[in-house]
Antibody, heavy 120, light 107 residues
């Protein structure tokens, strides 16, 4: 059974940093791309970052480039999202999502999310 | 950027058919994926590659995609189908985008 368990969320002040983790099980971790998708309170889904199975390629929208960094440790079956220079508008539930194969494929399993609150 | 337009809400009576649209420039040339998100829960993939139903998704869910509009169709709607539905595509080399979401209300 595929499981994705996020952790690391919390309350931080503007300008601070946070590292989110997503521990995976139930599938051959290194064979699949993984992504982070966020959802601000009462809002829709927003794609944040994607990393290839090997970790050699990463992708993210301009809205977070230079502030957020996705990485993975295939020996630990864990993907990370480093959040720097956080802003109030980064407040959201951050979901870890497994992709069904390569990069430009659907998100076939999602974790339950971890809440990040940026507030002074 | 690539914009996906969804109606904010759709209402349907139980047992009837709900259709949720997702508009985008030549979206028919892209693969569209649909996700269901019940209140307080994580999204679930219900349709992939325009019209493919993942294992465990009822046959009542179907999809189509042509020209500038993709459509998620839910037949014989049940109370448990009440949720937010999002369309999603990949564009350029690897840019992901979601539609704004549609709240399905079962009357």
């Amino acid at each position: 059974e595929v499981q994705l368990v996020e952790s690391g969320g919390g309350l931080v002040q503007p300008g601070e940093s946070l590292r989110l983790s997503c521990a995976a099980s139930g599938f051959t971790f290194s064979a699949y791309a993984l992504s982070w998708v966020r959802q601000a309170p009462g809002q829709g889904l927003e794609w944040v970052s994607t990393i290839s199975g090997s970790g050699g390629s990463t992708y993210s929208p301009d809205s977070v480039k230079g502030r957020f960094t996705i990485s993975r440790d295939n020996s630990k079956n864990t993907v990370y999202l480093q959040l720097n220079s956080l802003r109030a508008e980064d407040t959201a539930i951050y979901y870890c999502a497994k992709q069904s194969g390569g990069i430009i494929v659907p998100f076939d399993f999602w974790g339950q999310g971890t809440l990040v609150t940026v507030s002074s | 950027s690539f914009v996906l337009a969804q109606p904010p809400s759709v209402s349907v009576a139980p047992g009837k058919t709900a259709r949720i649209t997702c508009g985008g420039d030549n979206i028919g040339n892209k693969h569209v994926h649909w996700y269901q998100q019940r209140p307080g829960q994580a999204p679930v993939l219900v349709i992939s590659y325009d019209d493919d139903r993942p294992s465990g998704i009822p046959e009542r869910f179907s999809g189509s995609n042509s020209e500038n509009t993709a459509t998620l169709t839910i037949s014989r709607v049940e109370a448990g189908d009440e949720a937010d539905y999002y369309c999603q595509v990949w564009y350029s080399s690897a840019e992901g985008v979601f539609g704004g979401g549609t709240k399905l209300t079962v009357l």
